[in-house]
């Protein structure tokens, strides 16, 4: 990774950024079904489980773009071992507060899996589809570098 591109110029962490604004989109739709799930419980459950999305995007995001500027191996390790602590801080979370008076599994479940896999396939969609992501655009060949 050239080191004039900072982490938060990184691609990833764009892709990131438009996963979580899509995330506020969808946000609604789930807050709405935990409160008619679980009630007050429901919608505080949901809104943990967008959150702990969001989170998850930035962070994995945030590892890519940190690792890619070491080396391809860091990469690697980089993505599976922050993959498996991501997994592991998410599973702590809800360890923290599955047995709380409030929290209500079945909204926070159906909002944690269903926003997880739709976000990704929402963001892939549109990446591939249009590549209006400009990491993913070719270069337009630079008209000073030709000389006559």
Do not use: C
């Amino acid at each position: 990774m050239n080191s004039a591109v900072s982490s938060v110029d990184a691609p990833e962490v764009s892709i990131a950024r438009d996963l979580a604004r899509r995330a506020l989109l969808v946000s609604p739709t789930f807050l709405v079904l935990g409160v008619v799930l679980d009630g007050v419980g429901g919608i505080i459950s949901s809104g943990l489980a967008l959150a702990l999305v969001a989170l998850n995007f930035f962070l994995g995001a945030q590892i890519i773009s940190r690792a890619i500027a070491v080396s391809l191996n860091a990469l690697y390790g980089a993505v599976l071992f922050g993959y498996l602590i991501r997994l592991g801080m998410m599973a702590f979370a809800v360890l923290i507060v599955r047995n709380a008076e409030w929290f209500a599994t079945v909204p926070f479940a159906i909002t944690l899996l269903i926003t997880h896999l739709g976000l990704l396939i929402w963001e892939t969609k549109h990446v591939s589809a249009s590549l209006a992501f400009p990491g993913v655009m070719p270069a337009k060949p630079s008209t000073d570098n030709f000389q006559e």
